[in-house]
């Protein structure tokens, strides 16, 4: 009975991962300002907190849904917030354009002064810092007696911790459980909620790390083919490997099986 409930939770969460997966796209844009192309931008889905940054031709990729809402922000402009409407998605293509950010420094009266720009006399005729002489008192510790002798904390030796014997389960014993109170199967359901959670971020956590130049550029996976080949490759255990942290056989197998899968959606 609990094999057949675990499975079926399994094939439920599954499905409901597959079908989340099936309604992103990935959309590719250009960042650009009034005096051409804007690099290192930083873009964010603030749905789903995967973000990208923009290359040296301001171009970059990011996965989208219907509705999610992408900030796009740079250190010298005016950051900006897109909605991903219907067309947005369909056109999987957008250009956005960013407005310079203008800094105001505040007024400051510069003072006249007699220094000769020679670090060696002008030393002589700046005056000291006056933090630094406060210091000195606050750190002065002459007068202080150091070897006068300072009371001893008062503690009262025959006072006694207080020991506790009183059981914290006692009070769950005869109401209808055990006084342990283990929760069956529960480490089995929470090990499948944690192996379905990172099978669902799993194909995001791997396009941020290796980078869509990789998938796309080098290995020449097609934009709507990315989960597809995924699912293609793990069955050579790509999932498990990235667990135990094994980056260059998993990359190794990611390479060797691209050309096998070109091969097939190219008949298809």
């Known amino acids: 009975m609990l094999k057949k409930l675990l499975s079926s939770i399994l094939l439920f969460f599954v499905s409901f991962s597959l079908t989340a997966q ?7 844009g250009k960042i650009i300002d009034s005096l051409g192309i804007v690099k290192n931008a930083n873009i964010i ?6 973000g990208t ?17 992408i900030q796009i922000s740079s250190i010298q402009h005016v950051s900006k917030k897109i909605k991903v409407d219907k067309q947005i998605f369909e056109e999987k293509n957008i250009e956005i354009k960013l407005k310079l950010n203008t800094y105001i420094l505040n007024e400051f009266e510069l003072k006249k ?4 720009g020679r670090l060696g006399i002008d030393l002589k005729v ?4 006056k933090k630094d002489s406060l210091l000195r008192v606050v750190m002065d510790f002459s007068k202080i007696k150091m070897n006068t002798p300072q009371d001893e904390d008062y503690t009262d030796k025959r006072v006694r911790p207080q020991i506790v014997t009183t059981d914290p389960n ?13 929760f069956k199967y529960s480490e089995k359901l929470w090990a499948l909620r944690k192996d379905l959670a990172f099978k669902k971020a799993f194909p995001y956590k791997l396009l941020s790390e290796l980078g869509d130049k990789f998938f ?17 490759c793990n069955a050579k255990g790509i999932e498990q490997l990235y667990k135990k942290g094994k980056l260059l056989e998993m990359i190794k197998i ?15």
Do not use: C, W
């Not at 940054?53 to 809402?69: C, H, K, P, Y």
């Open 22 to 28: 099936q309604k992103y796209t990935i959309l590719s």
């Open 113 to 116: 002064n007699n220094l000769s």
């Open 126 to 129: 700046v005056p000291k810092n």
């Open 254 to 268: 990611l390479k060797d099986e691209s050309v096998t899968y070109l091969k097939i959606i190219k008949k298809e």
């Open 45 to 50: 889905n603030l749905n789903n907190n995967q």
């Open 216 to 232: 796309f550029d080098d290995l020449k996976i097609p934009l709507d083919n990315y989960f597809h080949f995924l699912e293609y």
């Open 170 to 182: 006692s009070r769950f014993v005869g109401a209808g459980v055990s006084g342990s109170m283990p």
């Open 53 to 69: 940054f923009s290359n040296d031709e301001g171009l970059f990729r990011i996965f989208v849904a219907v509705g999610d809402s």
